[in-house]
């Protein structure tokens, strides 16, 4: 079968690799579709230790199941699964504390198992035991259901964010995640949703989001917020651009009691910020930060999108064929592009 290998930092090969072996204790499926995720760009260009090559990478996909163990219960072939991709040990007192994307010894799809830019998966027993198989309902289009993962990340950190519905919420950074933030702010409810953005083709893609004021990051950001929010600055302040600088002023754009959330992460060696404390003594702000996050919120991307209260159609902005992942990566890397969708079978439709 054919499949997207890293073996290096900047060498990432589509080649030939063997079919999964089905066994007594997994699942094989067959990709219908994976989204490329930040991390996948981030290992085509300076690599990421934590990934073990050769692996075949990609974590934001919708299979079907083609074959289902003997000693596997709960699935069918033929029933269509995502996954959440980070499998916790199951064992440790951060799984005890039910915070299994803090799990010390997780093993993330696609790090430590083979993931979803190939024709076939197998479903490890680590992944099915920990519940990070989720079934996506009939009425879910692939395309939506290939962001299931990323939006799960969303998920979590607007609720530890504490967003309700008739909340307003400012992000900065108006990459693929910016962009699902937004959508999810709608769907939970927002009064308004800003996101704020300096580049173009980006701006433009994001002038697509309906409902959404996109804010030109060249502006004095500050006003405009301050402008659309009765002069207090927002509810939630999302922060899901990866620099310093955007991280320092986020706190200015946050009201009085509001909160922001440290969404995307600073290069490592690069992370230390400087933050006003009496803006966030005197303005009562919660400054929390989210990371990753867990089957729960997997299953709770999924039943929104089978709701319908979610649209990312306007987030999906590129499909390729699994052949062209390189050029899929490029459109990532010159932020030309919100999703990209990879189809192993062909370019989609
Ligand atoms: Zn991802
Ligand atoms: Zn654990």
């Known amino acids: 079968m054919k499949a997207a290998v890293y073996y290096a930092p900047g060498d990432i090969r589509v080649e030939d690799r063997p079919e999964p072996e089905p066994a007594g204790n997994n699942l094989l499926a067959e990709v219908l579709c994976c989204a490329i995720c930040g991390t996948d760009l981030k290992l085509a260009t300076i690599g990421n230790p934590r990934c073990h090559p050769p692996r075949i990478i990609g974590h934001e996909l919708i299979a079907r199941i083609t074959h289902v163990g003997s000693q596997v219960g709960g699935f069918a072939v033929g029933e269509r699964v995502t996954l959440a991709t980070t499998v916790a040990c199951g064992d440790c007192a951060y799984c005890d504390l039910g915070l299994g994307n803090?799990?010390?010894?997780?093993?993330?799809?696609?790090?430590?198992?083979?993931?979803?830019?190939?024709?076939?998966?197998?479903?490890?027993?680590?992944?099915?035991?920990?519940?990070?198989?989720?079934?996506?309902?009939?009425?879910?289009?692939?395309?939506?259901?290939?962001?299931?993962?990323?939006?799960?990340?969303?998920?979590?950190?607007?609720?530890?964010a504490g967003f309700k519905a008739g909340d307003s919420m400012v992000v900065l950074g108006g990459g693929p995640l910016g962009a699902l933030h937004a959508e999810l702010a709608k769907a939970v409810g927002a009064s308004k949703v800003m996101v704020v953005?300096?580049?173009?083709?980006?701006?433009?893609?994001?002038?697509?989001?309906?409902?959404?004021?996109?804010i030109d990051g060249s502006e004095d950001v500050e006003a405009l917020v301050k402008a659309e929010t009765r002069g207090l600055g927002a509810d939630v302040v999302v922060m899901s651009a990866p620099t310093r600088e955007a991280h320092e002023s986020s706190i200015r754009l946050a009201r009085k009691g509001g909160a922001v959330s440290l969404f995307?992460?600073?290069?490592?060696?690069?992370?230390?910020?400087?933050?006003?404390?009496?803006?966030?003594?005197?303005?009562?702000?919660?400054?929390?930060?989210?990371?990753?996050?867990?089957?729960?919120?997997?299953?709770?991307?999924?039943?929104?999108?089978?709701?319908?209260?979610?649209?990312?159609?306007?987030?999906?902005?590129?499909?390729?064929?699994?052949?062209?992942?390189?050029?899929?990566?490029?459109?990532?890397k010159n932020k030309q592009s919100l999703k990209v969708l990879v189809y192993p079978r062909g370019s989609g439709s």
């Open 102 to 160: 803090m799990c010390p010894n997780a093993m993330p799809i696609s790090y430590d198992f083979d993931g979803g830019f190939a024709e076939f998966l197998a479903i490890p027993p680590a992944a099915i035991a920990g519940g990070n198989v989720i079934t996506v309902p009939d009425l879910v289009l692939d395309q939506f259901a290939a962001l299931s993962e990323p939006l799960s990340c969303a998920i979590n950190a607007l609720e530890l």
């Open 197 to 214: 953005q300096r580049s173009e083709p980006r701006l433009s893609l994001l002038r697509r989001l309906k409902d959404v004021i996109v």
């Open 264 to 332: 995307a992460s600073l290069p490592s060696g690069a992370s230390q910020i400087t933050l006003d404390s009496r803006v966030v003594h005197y303005g009562e702000l919660r400054v929390v930060g989210a990371s990753d996050s867990r089957p729960e919120h997997v299953a709770k991307a999924v039943k929104l999108m089978e709701s319908g209260k979610i649209d990312l159609s306007a987030v999906i902005t590129h499909k390729v064929a699994l052949a062209d992942i390189h050029e899929g990566l490029a459109l990532m």
